[in-house]
């Protein structure tokens, strides 16, 4: 996942817009989320995020989760 | 240093020692021992001898008076040990030998063990009817399940009453099929009983991240994004309550195992060791809304972890560890802690687990005989958070104050105050209520 900094009503196509990213590069269904005033997260591919520029986003790891139950 | 003393008296003393209708004395059999402080308490134990006729023959044991020894207890000081171990018997002539009488603990409950006591049990022990005559029943509290997705029919056919779940205020991440309260009976199932133990009128809203089908994920995961975006759902939630009445309990049985996936710590796109990472900032931001948010500690403790766990050490990760959350250990209906239950320091915050709740019991029949787990000990816990918030909405006590309380109050375990095993001490309702009590009383004066 990769972090933009952008104004509180955002979309994902402004976001898009200001890394240079296609449609195909991120995940429309999960598409832009806000963390914090000002902070948005978007979900883009492996590919995409090596492409971003790293002046304009962060890119954070996104982990696969599991649920606590013992095994 | 606590120790046992095999003592070779004279055999008339061992035949006594022997008769089981004749009382005998630690002291008469032992007599005086320079520098050992004798148990008395403890009754003098005849023990046999080894005996083998030849080498070629089971080894065979005598018990005759002449052949077998007695053992006491006692206690040589810890700087004395060893000078006078060897003082006594080399100079004592009926000391056989001084041997070690280390503290033995019983095994811990492990993964694949039995349950241990019953759902009614967890009930009596959170005093359940307790909370509810004093009006801490869940009622008006919203409590987010944000697992796998509930089964609500087969929570109140097991439970035995109405469940309440708020279809219009849960919510499926991307590509999982909204159909909230009505999916498969699993681990999100289990979740939402425990839940209802102690906070049987909550109202459940059903989060189900963990069916989130992303290329490479199993059956029962979903990515660490699918729950930051849970969360901002949840920021909108608790948004669109009236800011003196908020009530919003987020239980996450879930967590990270192993390290494969992520970023190493310090690399700036680290999740584990991260505050900064998204998903510690929006969980941050939510409790800071107002909302109570509680985390399994994770099954990595040190007797038995989960077979999935790749951290070396410090497994309390990410969000589990967050400071502004409750990490939830685990520990069974006798009150000790279960050998998965992952133990402290906490990589985000070091005083983790917060405290602990009960698990590993027969309980909703939703994934096996047992509810186990943190996963079961985080929802039970939630469960009386929000039995506590039926009162006091975070406008009242925010969710900081109520996890000072939830420290202070809890039943100590261990060594004095907290430690890396049990947090602050095991969940104590009535220790809770009594709390509050006083502060009602302060407050009216």
């Known amino acids: 996942m990769i972090q933009v900094r952008l104004p509180p009503d955002a979309t994902l196509g402004d976001a898009l817009r200001l890394l240079g990213l296609s449609d195909d590069d991120a995940d429309a269904g999960f598409g832009l989320v806000p963390v914090a005033p000002g902070r948005h997260v978007l979900r883009v591919t492996d590919e995409a995020a090596r492409r971003v520029s790293h002046e304009l986003a962060e890119v954070f790891a996104d982990p696969r989760i599991e649920p606590d139950d013992s095994s | ?445």
């Open chain 2, 1 to 445: 240093m606590r120790v046992m003393i095999q003592l070779r008296p004279a055999p008339d003393v061992v035949a006594s020692v022997m008769d089981t209708g004749a009382a005998s004395a630690a002291g008469d059999v032992a007599g005086d021992l320079p520098g050992v402080a004798i148990d008395e308490a403890f009754e003098p134990v005849a023990v046999p001898r080894p005996v083998s006729l030849s080498p070629y023959q089971r080894m065979q044991f005598s018990m005759a008076p002449e052949d077998a020894s007695v053992l006491v207890r006692g206690e040589i000081a810890d700087g004395d040990l060893a000078t006078r171990s060897a003082l006594l018997t080399s100079s004592v002539r009926e000391v056989a030998g001084v041997f070690a009488d280390p503290h033995i603990q019983p095994h811990p409950v492990c993964g694949g063990d039995g349950p241990v006591g019953d759902w009614q049990e967890v009930r009596r022990l959170l005093h359940a009817e307790e909370l509810w005559s004093a009006g801490h029943d869940g009622e008006g509290v919203t409590v987010a399940i944000v697992d796998g997705g509930v089964n609500a029919d087969h929570v109140a056919a097991r439970i035995g009453h109405e469940v309440t779940l708020d279809a219009q205020r849960s919510w499926s991440p991307p590509g999982v099929p909204a159909r909230p309260g009505r999916h498969p009976v699993d681990h999100g199932t289990m979740c939402a009983f425990d839940v209802l133990l102690a906070a049987p009128k909550a109202t459940l809203l059903d989060i189900p991240v963990l069916l989130s089908r992303r290329e490479g994920g199993s059956l029962a995961d979903g990515l660490l994004s699918d729950a930051l975006a849970a969360y901002a759902h949840l920021d909108r939630v608790l948004r669109a309550m009236p800011a003196e009445s908020r009530a919003l309990v987020v239980s996450n049985s879930w967590g990270l195992f192993s390290p494969d996936m992520d970023f190493p710590p310090g690399h700036p796109g680290n999740y584990s060791d991260n505050p900064a990472h998204p998903f510690n900032v929006i969980v941050g931001s939510l409790e800071g809304t107002g909302a109570d948010i509680l985390f399994s500690a994770g099954n990595c403790g040190r007797e038995c972890p989960d077979g999935r766990c790749g951290y070396p050490d410090r497994t309390i990760v990410g969000a589990n560890s967050h400071p502004a959350v409750l990490s939830v250990g685990g520990v069974d209906t006798r009150g000790e802690r279960v050998g998965y239950s992952s133990q402290g320091p906490g990589r985000l915050s070091e005083r983790k687990p917060d405290l602990c709740a009960y698990t590993h019991f027969a309980g909703s029949g939703a994934v096996g005989p047992a509810d186990t787990g943190t996963s079961a000990s985080c929802p039970v816990a939630a469960g009386v958070v929000a039995a506590v918030r039926t009162r006091r909405s975070a406008a009242d006590l925010s969710p900081a104050q109520l996890r000072t309380l939830l420290h202070r109050t809890a039943d100590d375990r261990s060594t004095v105050g907290f430690d890396y095993d049990y947090g602050f001490g095991v969940i104590d309702p009535p220790a809770v209520l009594a709390a509050l009590a006083r502060q009602n009383r302060t407050r009216a004066a």
